[in-house]
């Protein structure tokens, strides 16, 4: 009676777990379905989960099947074991079919490797460890490629590497560590179990193994998507001449396939070799009477499709070379072409030979005798078969190194100059470094008064305030109340007025809620998810304006000053009003946001404060699912383990659920296969919708998004993750509704053409971004400071120049504050040498290795026509420019301008040097360094004074106007100004 009571109460607790199971799956799926519903990308969500759904079944279904099968055949072949009896006191191992003739022995029975214990003993563990590894090994993948981390630029893993050796090394190598010390001790777990109950825990086991398996592979659902909606690159490779598109889409899905393949035999041989080893009572016998004939075939068998998989392998690894370290470039080199690339190839015709061998022999054993005589020694091929594969093997991987240290070495230049021409080519084609247009710039230092005054849009822009000392400012003035926070700030452009010419740079930062910062005790539920739901408002502010005290002036400030019909936001002017539009400038969907919320419901939201009242709202904005009902609330509450959802009595039948409002997980989710750019940037504009009508809603979010790819032939990535990069996809995500929506910015680019072909629906064209925002697009800096590092070694396009460094660049360094720092790539409004007006350019100045001079600038345009193109400026090598690094010890070698910085480093207070600005204008260059005081108290930077060098001359002044006036019209006196004459001032030697 007790155990029926066990029994039933065991079989109503699994009933329970397992319908828990299915609702929370269901909920998960629903929610889902209802999210992508929402933005629109039901289809994208879709098609994702039907191939993953697909790879999953096959790659399981394979894999269980085959699996089974093998433990099928292992347990028909297998020794069993005849217990002792009247007939036999000892005990009797036996082969089925046999238990009847105990003395089985018999001239035509042979048996291949008998063992005794400490043998047996070696080989049990080594096989059980090895299937333990596999099954940890093969977990771990599965668990990576199913694990996203929304905080990263790209969320999908990149394709697991194939199983070596040194996957073994790795962890037994590093036990010491948390997690292989964890892996290893499962490892050891597995293993005894292995040894003690191995028909059981072959069989959970296999189902563990298979799971990863289905998991790894659909996992990786877009190598397999991408491999079927491929785009030409229309590109070959210098090597083998293959289209890259190969190598991009086609070459991965091999290697997954390999990988999956080598696992799935290489545990059913393992598995199969134990099952037998085992078999007989041999452990606790102490002996092992050998493989019978059949158990001998079976092995043959799995070990034949394993040198199959492994040709398969060394066939791939002969593509592999193009991503070779070897050397002294990224990708194949003489070693590899002339030793490894002939040695992968003999080792797949040697182990396609030792497979078909061994699946022939078990054919022939099949035949009459006379057959199996004329081949009677094909156990001997077989093993020297495998002898002369590992020999290769060996020997082969031996002679690269000596080939490469003494053949190569002595004679590199010689030898590379074929592959330094060929990694610098596709390099520079990966990064789009081929596409740079390259300039000579001849600074003339002849600049006038007319000229500054014909380049007055140019100096109207010149940034004298960054986002660090506007975010500090705007934190003490601006946030209002705690809750408030001024995440990040960018830079931007605003037309001001008319026309083009009152173009006016600017630094937008948005006010979001940091639910975080709400008191603790204040914290409740219906805080978090009901009223306090949104951030209001930004601050917009000139890049070269001051206001009263020396802090920023502000174009858009302030919160709860106005009326509420006028976005409560101040604005300086009347013309700002009429081009900067303020209203309804709430922030649902941001960079902080992040709490899910519930709206409208029957409290209303927390919208701003005026004064000592706050103001409240309700949303009406288009986003978010409806949960009017109670299943809805049912199955969301177990989406989110929110229980009170349930209960609440503050939902009405038009409340909607707002989920994943942070803008980064937001799009992450809908397009994980992109690479998103780590700075989004809020833009303020006028939208008209598709039917012409004014969106009620003024402020958008845009995210630049990449095409990235690990798999380009000879192309160096260095330190990054990726070797290939597009700057294809720019995203635009509504910040009260949270529509999200992807414009193709490169069509050209084969990767994005294939996500276009597997979702068409996904994408629109640039051309169909709304104009008010395409104004705002911006060459990224993410991208910039990527080619612009890449450019330092791989503008230089000589093999003999590369492989001597002869001409190595470096980004020069600044002092920011006291502390020197690298030059960061800056936004400008200028006209470039070659243009007819000014642009919004991206600029980052070089600096020779050896000396810190300047010797180019590159500059990436964002208007109009011109976005995306690249120019890079070249000063003449033989004429001398001064460097950042120079400027800057100008600077603080002067006498004179050094004493006013220390005297405002005392009483309390600090003097900050900002960046160090190089301003192209016409034939020459302009240094332009602002400098601030902050108190040591509130850390409230105020700007102090204004720092220009240019030609022969360095000047101090309150303001850029006076010290241009210093420079260009030096008839006007100022007793604030510092003038001081290069000539004066100590030598700068070189650093």
């Known amino acids: 009676m007790p155990k029926l009571l066990s029994e039933r109460i065991f079989r109503l607790a699994v009933i329970i777990i397992g319908a828990w199971l299915l609702i929370d799956l269901l909920a998960h799926v629903v929610t889902e379905i209802l999210w992508f519903k929402e933005v629109n990308y039901l289809s994208v969500l879709l098609k994702r989960w039907g191939w993953q759904l697909l790879l999953w079944v096959v790659a399981c279904g394979v894999s269980i099947g085959f699996l089974l099968t093998n433990w099928f055949i292992a347990n028909r072949l297998a020794w069993r074991w005849l217990p002792q009896n009247e007939n036999n006191s000892l005990g009797i191992a036996y082969l089925p079919g046999r238990q009847d003739k105990p003395g089985f022995k018999t001239p035509n029975q042979k048996f291949v490797l008998r063992l005794k214990l400490p043998l047996l003993l070696i080989l049990v563990l080594i096989s059980s460890s090895a299937i333990a590894f596999l099954v940890v090994y093969y977990s771990t993948i599965a668990f990576q490629a199913w694990h996203y981390n929304y905080n990263l630029p790209k969320i999908i893993p990149t394709l697991p590497s194939l199983f070596t050796w040194l996957s073994v090394v790795k962890i037994f190598t590093a036990i010491k560590q948390p997690q292989y010390l964890e892996q290893s001790m499962i490892i050891i777990f597995l293993a005894l179990l292995l040894i003690f109950k191995p028909k059981s825990f072959l069989l959970a086991l296999s189902v563990i193994i298979s799971l990863a398996f289905s998991l790894i592979i659909s996992g990786n659902w ?19 001449g293959n289209d890259i598109s190969f190598y991009i889409f086609s070459f991965p899905v091999w290697k997954l396939l390999n990988l999956w393949l080598l696992g799935l035999f290489g545990f059913a041989l393992l598995g199969s070799f134990l099952f037998y080893l085992l078999s007989g009572n041999s452990l606790f016998e102490g002996k092992f ?14 070990l034949s499709g394993l040198f199959l998989i492994v040709a398969l392998r060394h066939w791939l690894n002969r593509y592999d070379l193009l991503y070779s370290q070897r050397g002294v470039i990224y990708g194949a080199n003489f070693t590899d072409i002339t030793i490894q690339l002939p040695l992968e190839t003999i080792l797949t015709i040697t182990a396609i030979v030792v497979g078909i061998w061994l699946s022939l022999q078990v054919l022939i054993s099949y035949r009459p005798k006379k057959y199996q005589f004329k081949l009677g020694k094909k156990r001997i091929i077989s093993w020297w078969l495998v002898l002369i594969y590992l020999l290769i093997l060996v020997v082969g991987n031996l002679t690269g190194p000596i080939v490469q240290r003494l053949v190569v070495q002595p004679n590199e230049l010689a030898k590379e100059s074929k592959f330094i021409q060929r990694s610098i080519a596709m390099t520079r084609t990966a990064f789009g470094l081929d596409k740079i247009d390259d300039q000579i710039f001849n600074p003339q230092d002849q600049l006038t008064a007319t000229d500054i005054q014909q380049n007055d849009l140019t100096i ?25 926070k001024f995440f ?46 949104h951030g209001y408002g930004f601050t917009l502010s000139p890049v070269n304006q001051v206001d009263q005290g020396g802090l920023p002036f502000y174009f858009v400030k302030d919160i709860g000053t106005g009326t509420q019909e006028e976005g409560t936001l101040t604005v300086s002017s ?3 009003r009429q081009n900067i539009p303020i209203g309804q400038p709430r922030i649902y969907y941001g960079e902080l946001t992040d709490p899910y919320i519930m709206t409208p419901s029957t409290v209303r939201e927390f919208d701003f404060p005026s004064g000592e009242e706050n103001i409240y709202n309700t949303y009406d904005g288009n986003g978010g699912i409806r949960i009017g009902n109670y299943l809805s609330r049912l199955l969301f509450a177990e989406y989110l383990k929110d229980w009170q959802m349930i209960f609440t009595q503050n939902f009405t039948d038009e409340t909607k659920l707002l989920l994943r409002r942070n803008i980064n997980r937001r799009v992450r989710t809908i397009a994980p296969f992109l690479r998103y750019d780590r700075d989004p940037y809020l833009v303020v504009a006028d939208v008209e919708n598709e039917q012409g009508k004014k969106e009620p809603n003024y402020l958008y979010w845009i995210i630049d998004a990449y095409t990235t790819s690990d798999r380009y032939p000879y192309s160096d990535p260095e330190d990054d993750d990726f070797n290939y990069i597009r700057n294809s996809v720019k995203v635009v995500i509504d910040a009260y509704n949270g529509d999200v929506t992807f414009y193709i910015a490169e069509p050209e680019d084969p990767i994005v053409q294939t996500w276009q072909n597997i979702f068409p629906s996904l994408f629109k064209s640039l051309e169909e971004m709304p104009v008010s925002l395409r104004r705002h697009i911006r060459y990224p800096e993410d991208l910039f400071s990527i080619q612009s590092e890449k450019l330092l070694i791989y503008h230089m396009t000589d093999a003999q120049v590369f492989y001597n460094r002869e001409d190595q660049w470096q980004i020069p360094q600044e002092i920011y504050g ?20 000014e642009e919004f350019i991206l600029l980052h100045p070089y600096t020779p290795i050896s000396r810190p001079n300047l010797i180019g600038w590159l500059a990436a345009r964002s208007d109009g026509e011109f976005y995306g193109k690249l120019l890079l400026y070249k000063f003449p090598k033989q004429r ?32 900050i040097q900002g960046n160090l600005l190089i301003i192209p204008i016409e034939q020459s260059l302009l240094y332009v360094e602002p400098l601030y005081i902050e108190a040591e108290q509130n850390s409230l930077p105020i700007l102090a004074r ?17 010290a241009l006036e210093a420079i260009f019209n030096p008839n006007v006196d100022s007793d604030s100004t510092i003038i001081r004459p290069l000539e004066e001032l100590p030598s700068v030697a070189p650093e």
Request: proline residues 5%; negative net charge.
């Open 946 to 962: 204004v720092i220009v060098v240019y030609e022969n001359q360095i000047v101090m002044a309150e303001n850029l106007q006076e």
């Open 818 to 837: 006291t502390e020197s720092q690298t030059i960061e790539p800056y936004y400008l409004i200028m006209k470039l040498p070659t243009a007819t007006k």
């Open 289 to 302: 009477n050998g493989f019978s004939t059949q158990q001998s075939w079976h092995l043959s068998c799995l």
């Open 574 to 576: 009347e013309l700002i």
């Open 222 to 240: 877009t190598v397999f998507l991408q491999y079927f909606n491929k785009s030409l690159f229309n590109t070959v490779d210098p090597q083998f």
């Open 880 to 911: 001398l420019v001064y460097g950042p690094n120079q400027i800057e010890a100008l600077i603080n070698q002067d006498p004179v301008i050094s004493q006013q910085i220390s005297l405002w480093n005392r009483k309390g207070s600090k003097a």
């Open 488 to 533: 990040d700030a960018d830079i931007d452009r605003y037309t001001i007025g008319e026309t083009e010419n009152n173009k006016q740079q600017v630094i937008i930062a948005p006010r979001e809620l940091d639910y975080s910062s709400v008191p603790q005790r204040a914290q409740t539920w219906v805080n978090k998810h009901l009223i306090y739901t």
């Open 460 to 484: 109207d822009n010149i940034r004298l305030w960054d986002t660090r000392p506007i975010l500090q400012t705007n934190r003490q003035l601006q946030q209002i109340r705690l809750y408030y």
